[in-house]
């Protein structure tokens, strides 16, 4: 229909004096926001195709290019905001349900943002990492109740048998992103930089491609609900398995990767037909309790002879610290707990924007309530859902996170702007998109180096952090609430975090 | 000697190396200046081959057996022993075409804008990296040592 009611979120600006009607804003765009008139030699915008990405901004060799935010000019009202009002037109035009990509942007408390880290004076001395030792190694998987030792030929050797653990050299790991929501240029960019790094980085639930065979050893494979890719040789490429229950910005949604994205590529390495829909379904048909999850985590176990940490995704919802006392009775090497802010390639925005709990307080809440039952060693955590500094790292751990998961970080060290467009498949950067013209954007090359980047910066960043509070050792940290100090929060709120309000001392 | 090395797979078809190698070969060397006041006498020595998603660019591949020095009737185009770079002395060049002809690669081509002459790829050889290299958003061209010399 002709009458549109949705108006464009973004204006494009071309400054005529310093456009050179190049054209590489038309070559760079899968949007069609610019075209060049062959009559006018020119290049001309339509601003309201520009879904914000900034690529053409990015490239542009003049400058030209100016990407801002329009803002429509409706009748001020706080109850009915634009963004309500833009969806009702949305909604009304097509009838279905608005998908969005990456985490929420709605302006929920970000508690990390209301954390402050302390620092040594006086009475401890702090450390200079850059010429003291400082330890971040960090070791995810089941820790034992106590350790034996025993004396052989004059030496002491250890008695206890240590259950499987995946070294870390730096408490990051790069979250679970499939093959078919990603790149097999950015699966690659993750596997070669977590591998290089000495992390992992995770398959998410969309197979191995075999290219991806050399990291195994830096490799998590998931197992979800679809069960896609998983065979013999799925498992036995893998340095651990993760058991996928829920995402944190789709707490109790399934998946769908819709037909024309299953390619031949991604069909092999989903093992489905090509140019079926990937459906994951809500839940896993055979996981209706406890008792199921712990036949899953068994049976991967038996599958990969017990050498390899078995693990289990959720979201953060509302009874996590029960959820999680259960994963690790059922016998989880780490559980892996997803925020609600944490990001999607795509999701339901309904979802996505108000339901689960944000990742700070669903921490808090496990890592305390499995210190009370006396469980809290058998199993690491690892938090995602919006880790975005390495700020946000090292307060995590201090509340008591093992390591953290980042993929929206990642992803923007790759380029990626934000658009969440992800789901539309055209994703300019070559991040969320299989098409080839798309895809060779992202040169593997250049995104270890962007990757390594990341993390050396954040590992140095850790490392400061931790000798201006008097620490050498990551481990020293871990649980350590007592760094930590809440500004703004209410008494219910620092409760839950098990912090003290800044200006509290002893 | 250093060469430039083709990375098709991760060309992305954006044409700035054309554009930078126009700017370096203007007169004002400046890229808005040259654009807006040069663009008639301007033309790139580095092509951009494109079909559907497949692209790649090229340039002179500066051949030691090179075909066009010994095709060219006025001695303009030679190859330096020392550098190994071939180049056209567009003093000398009578645009003849001849080099057009014999090169296995298209990548001469007929300059009648400015002057009559034949243009090519002279390696960007006062830079330390040619200037298309240096401009690759995606590292598609590499500018390193052949390992087969």
């Known amino acids: 229909m002709a009458l549109k009611l949705d108006q464009s979120e973004f204006e494009i600006t071309r400054n005529d004096e310093k456009c050179i009607h190049c054209e590489v804003c038309v070559r ?34 003049t400058g030209a290019l100016k990407i801002s935010k329009k803002e429509p000019e409706f009748k001020e009202n706080y109850n009915w905001s634009a963004a309500h009002l833009k969806n009702i037109y949305k909604q009304s035009d097509s009838g279905g349900v608005i998908l969005t990509g990456m985490g929420s942007d709605k302006p929920h408390t970000v508690y990390w943002d209301h954390l402050l880290f302390n620092a040594a004076q006086v009475t401890n001395p702090s450390i200079d990492p850059l010429r003291e030792p400082m330890e971040i190694k960090t070791f995810i998987g089941r820790k034992p109740d106590k350790i034996e030792m025993e004396k052989k030929n004059g030496d002491f050797v250890l008695k206890t048998k240590i259950a499987p653990q995946l070294e870390l050299s730096t408490p990051i790991l790069f979250s679970a992103m499939s093959y078919g929501s990603i790149s097999l240029n950015a699966c690659k960019s993750l596997a070669v930089a977590a591998s290089s790094f000495g992390t992992f980085y995770n398959t998410g639930e969309g197979g191995l491609h075999r290219d991806l065979y050399q990291y195994a050893g830096n490799t998590i494979v998931q197992v979800a609900s679809g ?168 307060k995590a751990i201090a509340l008591g996170a093992d390591a953290v998961y980042i993929a929206t970080a990642a992803l923007v060290s790759l380029g990626c702007h934000l658009c969440q467009k992800c789901y539309t498949g055209r994703c300019n950067w070559g991040i969320a998109t299989q098409d080839p013209y798309l895809t060779k954007r992202l040169n593997p090359e250049i995104g270890l ?36 100090r809440g500004v703004n929060l209410s008494d219910r709120e620092l409760k839950i975090l098990g912090i003290k309000h800044a200006g509290e001392s002893w | 000697m250093k060469r430039i090395h083709i990375n098709e797979q991760y060309c992305i078809g954006c044409r700035l190396c054309e554009i930078y190698c126009q700017v370096k070969h203007s007169k004002s060397k400046k890229i808005i200046k040259a654009f807006k006041e040069e663009a008639s006498d301007m033309m790139s020595r580095v092509l951009v081959e494109e079909i559907g998603s497949n692209s790649f660019a090229i340039q002179c591949r500066h051949c030691i057996d090179a075909p066009c020095a010994d095709a060219c009737i006025s001695g303009a185009m030679t190859r330096n022993d020392n550098t190994g770079v071939v180049n056209c002395d567009e003093e000398k060049c009578v645009g003849c075409w001849s080099c057009i002809m014999v090169c296995p690669y298209g990548v001469i081509k007929r300059d009648v804008k400015a002057r009559r002459a034949a243009s090519k790829c002279d390696l960007c050889i006062d830079e330390e990296v040619p200037v298309c290299v240096a401009n690759c958003p995606n590292e598609a061209l590499k500018f390193c ?4 010399e």
Not at chain 1, 32 to 59: I, M, P, T, W, Y
Not at chain 1, 346 to 367: F, K, Y
Not at chain 1, 468 to 479: D, K, P, V, Y
């Open chain 1, 28 to 61: 760079q765009c899968s949007n069609d926001s610019h075209q060049f008139d062959a009559d006018e030699s020119a290049v001309s915008s339509k601003s309201e195709n520009c879904v914000g990405c900034h690529r053409c901004e990015s490239l542009c060799p």
């Open chain 1, 227 to 394: 069960r896609f890719g998983v065979d013999r040789e799925y498992l036995a490429k893998a340095a651990a398995v993760e058991i996928k229950i829920g995402q944190g910005a789709k707490p109790g949604i399934g998946g769908h990767l819709p037909g024309e994205k299953v390619t031949d590529d991604i069909s092999s390495t989903r093992m489905i037909p090509e140019g079926t829909d990937a459906i994951s379904p809500a839940p896993h048909h055979d996981i209706y309790s406890i008792e199921d999850l712990a036949q899953l985590i068994f049976a991967l176990k038996e599958a990969t002879d017990y050498a390899k940490p078995v693990g289990v995704k959720v979201s953060a919802v509302h009874n996590i610290a029960p959820i999680a006392s259960g994963i690790v009775r059922a016998g989880a090497d780490y559980i892996a707990i997803d925020g609600f802010r944490g990001g999607t390639g795509a999701a339901p925005q309904v979802i996505r924007d108000n339901v689960g709990i944000p990742i700070e307080l669903a921490l808090t809440a496990v890592d305390q309530r499995l210190r009370e039952e006396g469980i809290r060693h058998r199993a690491s955590i690892i938090v995602a859902g919006s880790v975005r500094s390495s700020s946000d790292v090292i």
């Open chain 1, 449 to 484: 180096k962007r990757l390594t980047g990341l993390l050396r910066a954040w590992s140095l960043e850790i490392k400061e952090m931790l000798g201006g509070a008097g620490i050498n050792a990551i481990e020293s940290l871990r649980g350590n609430r007592e760094h930590l």
């Open chain 2, 145 to 148: 040592e052949d390992k087969n």
